[in-house]
């Protein structure tokens, strides 16, 4: 066995999923960022900019290699993520993957308090990369873990999960 290694941590903030059930006409301070855009919200999307794509499959292809790592590098320094098409997982994995994760975040709370992230790691539920108390927070609640290598697993986060 390796020795526990940290993947960062984050301070715990509130459940995004339970904010949103209070009835207030307000969003808390932590979340509005008067810095940014207002959103564009529009019925019609052809304006909009388009996700990147990227074709795992172009990224080994002689052919297509060199253009595909453009598309890759400006994906990643422009936007911050990208689709990944061509990658080999299957399409039944990938949707009992999705239906698996729908599911979690459909669990009373009190059932996913037992994954929540522990103080000083970054793994479980809550949010990512928090690191104070007057940082703006995202509208969102998460569920982080690491799967390989293996001896990085914390089995608490899903007992289901093979340790090997």
């Not at 949103?20 to 979340?31: F, G, L, M, N, S």
């Not at 959103?39 to 595909?68: G, H, R, W, Y």
């Not at 990369?129 to 001896?151: G, R």
Request: proline share 10%; with cysteine; glycine share 4%.
């Amino acid at each position: 066995m390796e020795a526990e290694q940290s993947l960062g941590s984050s301070l715990p903030v509130p459940c995004v999923q339970e904010l949103a059930k209070e009835t207030t006409a307000t969003v808390p301070p932590r979340y509005v960022r008067p810095d940014q855009d207002p959103p564009n919200i529009s019925a019609d999307t052809t304006c909009l900019p388009k996700l990147p794509v990227i074709d795992m499959q172009k990224l080994f292809s002689p052919e297509f290699m060199d253009s595909e790592l453009d598309k890759f590098h400006y994906a990643c320094k422009e936007w911050g993520f990208f689709q990944l098409t061509n990658h080999g997982v299957s399409t039944s994995l990938l949707e009992k993957v999705k239906l698996e994760i729908q599911e979690f975040f459909q669990l009373p709370m009190e059932e996913k308090k037992k994954y929540w992230q522990q103080p000083g790691d970054l793994e479980g539920f809550g949010q990512a990369f928090v690191v104070s108390e007057e940082q703006k927070l995202d509208w969102a609640d998460m569920f982080y873990m690491a799967s390989l290598p293996t001896y990085l697993r914390k089995p608490h986060l899903f007992p289901k999960l093979p340790l090997h």
